[in-house]
């Protein structure tokens, strides 16, 4: 009896070692299958993280340099209609009074300038850049016909050659007296001025008096009358 007890004994012993062994490889797959499951979660969660904090190239905006123009700047082939600030006005192009002759009074608000008298001259050096030659002595009458007195420190004379309006060099003597001071309403003033221009030239010359900043000059053209 002894004997038949003990292979029993074995087969009970064997039989559970293999119920604990597919036990334990039962719990190595399960956690096996654990872990996968959980890599894999991980990986979609770590790619949904990445795909979020990435987006696609930006678009030109407004803010970046480079961007569209703006509504105040013209586009190529497009003209704008605002002043150029760095554009710069012909420094010539004073406003004036239509001309009259030179024997005619010329006429502004509160004021009549007459050319007086024409002489022929010879121009003399007094500065550097003077050159004696042929000039003009003009002598010019100023009546204040205004309630205020007019600054005659404001007055000054040029005149001009032919239509192309060539500047005439300007003299000081012989006897030129450039007007001074102040001229009270209903006075009358004279001044005396030179301009070099030629015997061949005197047939078409444009003279003209500013008397005020900001108000139209006045002017007279035509032939110099003989003495």
Known sequence: ????????????????GTGRRRWLIGVVIVVVVVLAVWAIAAMTARGASNGAGTSA????????????????????????DAPDANASEDPGAFP???????????????LEVTLQQFESVTGEVVVPGDVQAAAVRVTVQITNAADTPLDLNL???????????????????????????????????????????PDDRRSDVTFVVDYRGGEPAITWRGAIPEN
């Open 57 to 80: 190239p930006a678009g030109p905006s407004s803010s970046a340099s480079g961007s569209a123009p703006s509504s105040s700047s013209p586009t190529p082939g497009e003209t704008s």
């Open 96 to 110: 004036e009074l239509p001309p009259v002759a030179p024997d005619e009074p010329g006429q502004a608000p509160g």
């Open 155 to 197: 007055v000054v004379m040029s005149a001009y050659m032919g239509e192309e309006r060539d500047p005439a060099e300007t003299y000081q003597q012989p006897g030129g007296v450039p007007f001074s001071g102040s001229l009270d309403p209903g006075a009358t003033a004279t001044g005396v001025y030179l301009f070099r221009i």
């Open 1 to 16: 009896m002894a004997d038949n007890g003990a292979p029993a004994d074995q087969e009970t012993r064997v039989s559970s």
